[in-house]
């Protein structure tokens, strides 16, 4: 929806092709991200005119360019502070230390969430599964953090994919 907010609410019969590319120019996203958009929209469409909505020619839609600017993603970074709090947190509640472990590695969520006993050792994490190739990986265990995973490995609790209130052995 956020990337196609110009067309929302508009009638399918309404959309063209430059309402298209206006749609592609205001949805700012990275040009990796392009090809997933020029589906969406070609999906909506397709739909339109197999359900008998609209006739519009769908060609048109591998053509839509990125305006070219490069997005940058803001991210939020933690703070001192805020660290320190979920330190403290954590002591009178261990799910804490799950956002603690994904600070101190890197891990990427998913990355996170998939590992398994065996890919913990004393000192690192293997990584086993990831978005990309790349993400494969052994990460180390950085002292801060080695209390966390030796409760991990004790109480045989990590979280489960997909629930944070669950845990997996």
């Given at each position: 929806?956020?990337?196609l907010e110009s067309i929302h609410n508009m009638r399918i019969t309404?959309?063209?092709?430059m309402e298209?590319?206006?749609?592609?120019n205001l949805a700012q996203v990275k040009e990796s991200q392009m090809n997933i958009t020029r589906i969406v929209i070609k999906n909506i469409l397709v739909y339109a005119n197999d359900n008998g909505y609209a006739t519009i020619n769908t060609e048109f839609?591998?053509?839509?360019?990125?305006n070219g600017e490069s997005v940058k993603v803001e991210r939020d970074v933690?703070?001192?502070a805020q660290i320190e709090e979920c330190w403290q947190k954590y002591?009178?509640?261990?799910?804490y230390g799950y956002v603690l472990m994904l600070l101190y590695t890197g891990l990427r969520a998913m990355e996170f969430v998939s590992m398994k006993k065996e890919h913990i050792h004393d000192d690192c994490i293997e990584v086993t599964e990831s978005k990309t190739e790349a993400g494969i990986r052994i990460v180390p265990i950085c002292p801060q953090i080695a209390q966390i995973y030796d409760f991990m490995m004790q109480t045989?609790?990590?979280p489960l994919?997909?629930?944070?209130?669950?845990?997996r052995q």
């Open positions: 929806y956020r990337r309404d959309i063209d092709r298209c590319q206006k749609a592609i839609i591998t053509k839509l360019q990125s933690f703070t001192k002591k009178e509640d261990h799910r045989g609790k990590y994919r997909g629930k944070t209130s669950e845990y």
